[in-house]
């Protein structure tokens, strides 16, 4: 079986470093937000171009905790694309804030940006855009519209670490940014973890105080604040990992080029780039094909690994039922038909060349 993605395979290529990590981190004696979070924060917020970094708990908690420091809650709106994986819409909520789901764009998958006005009203405080697999949201016309109405922008960068949009990183298109560091992920920890890039300095002071209880100097409180720290322990790991990811999107960019290159089957519609072939970071390669069940049956049949990204749409979850008569369709027909074939940075030549050939032979009947 050529599998979706080898975790294992790509942490052991590091073996020594990481172990030598955990060494670091065991003899120093210092378990929590010491000098190895410091260091990773200065390193990511180099590599993202922005002046800080906090390191968080996960993805998730970046993007919740974003949204808290610049005091969105009850009563405001904040727009969201309806096609994103769940968490990005849980942070809304969980602030009390109401999500106001736009639909994407067919072609690239993210925010269409011509139908985000028409969702904007008094109640509209942020536009949160996500760049979904792995690419950039086209981000000028977001950055005119939010500057016309006075709204915060806010990226979610969970699956594009490193991308480019006009050769400026993701992290560095908005008002301040989340990014989750779970195993999967183009720079992955070996569990959780997440980070905020800004070049706010005030969100950034008041970040600092909520990941930790809302406190900057022990005792003393100036927040209702949160447990939300990047674990210790993880940050030299990421800081290792981090040394590789150019080189990982790299190899990530030279698969998806020789799948676009080479996938030739009218059943199965390939991903688009919207700018530069370079800023694409290939999270995940996605196709669509119109029998979705029946092509992940033959795939595996013929020893491929595939997944979906994602299944079910917001709108449809249960933990939505309160959106269940809105009717998303662009959203429904990604959920509907989207299919994720394998990449990674150490997928091999030979796998990758029998991916190609078992998609090429699939037919309908
Ligand atoms: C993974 C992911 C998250 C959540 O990150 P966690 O670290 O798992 O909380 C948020 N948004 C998107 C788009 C993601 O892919």
Redesign the pocket.
């Given at each position: 079986m050529i599998p979706f993605l080898d975790l294992k395979k790509i942490n052991l290529r590091h073996e020594k470093a990481l172990m030598d990590g955990v060494h670091k981190v065991l003899h120093s004696g210092w378990y929590i937000l010491g000098s190895n979070v410091k260091a990773f924060e200065n390193e990511f917020a180099e590599y993202c171009g922005t002046q800080y970094c906090v390191g968080v708990a996960?993805?998730?908690?970046?993007?919740e905790l974003i949204i808290r420091g610049y005091d969105i809650g009850a009563g405001d709106e904040v727009i969201v694309p309806s096609n994103?994986?769940i968490?990005?819409i849980l942070?809304i909520s969980a602030n009390g804030a109401t999500p106001v789901l736009v639909e994407p764009d067919l072609l690239t998958y993210n925010l269409d940006t011509s139908k985000i006005e028409e969702h904007i009203t008094s109640r509209t405080k942020a536009i949160l855009v996500?760049h979904?697999y792995g690419q950039s949201c086209d981000m000028n016309p977001i950055r005119e519209i939010a500057d016309r109405y006075g709204l915060k922008i806010i990226e979610?960068c969970?699956?594009a670490h490193g991308a480019l949009y006009d050769d400026k990183r993701v992290g560095n298109l908005g008002d301040a940014a989340?990014f989750?560091?779970?195993p999967?992920?183009n720079l992955g920890a070996l569990g959780?973890?997440?980070a905020i890039t800004t070049n706010d300095e005030g969100l950034y002071n008041q970040l600092m105080a909520l990941r930790n209880y809302g406190s900057h100097k022990k005792y003393e409180n100036l927040y209702k604040g949160y447990n939300s720290r990047l674990d210790e322990l993880q940050a030299p790991i990421l800081s290792e990992k981090l040394k590789w990811l150019e080189q990982d999107n790299e190899r990530r960019r030279e698969i998806a080029t020789y799948y676009s290159g080479h996938i030739i089957n009218s059943e199965v519609t390939l991903p688009t780039v919207l700018h530069d072939p370079e800023s694409h970071v290939w999270?995940v390669f996605v196709v669509r094909v119109k029998e979705r069940n029946h092509f992940m049956e033959y795939m595996n049949r013929n020893d491929v690994q595939t997944m979906i990204h994602y299944p079910i749409p917001p709108h449809r979850q249960e933990a939505y039922k309160e959106w269940g008569d809105h009717e998303y369709p662009i959203s429904e027909q990604i959920h509907a038909e989207v299919v994720s074939l394998p990449i990674s940075p150490v997928m091999e030549m030979k796998d990758i060349k029998r991916v190609v050939e078992v998609v090429n032979e699939y037919r309908t009947d």
């Open positions: 996960n993805g998730l908690d970046a993007l994103t994986y968490a990005s942070s996500v979904l979610d969970a699956q989340a989750s560091f779970y999967g992920k959780d973890g997440g999270h």
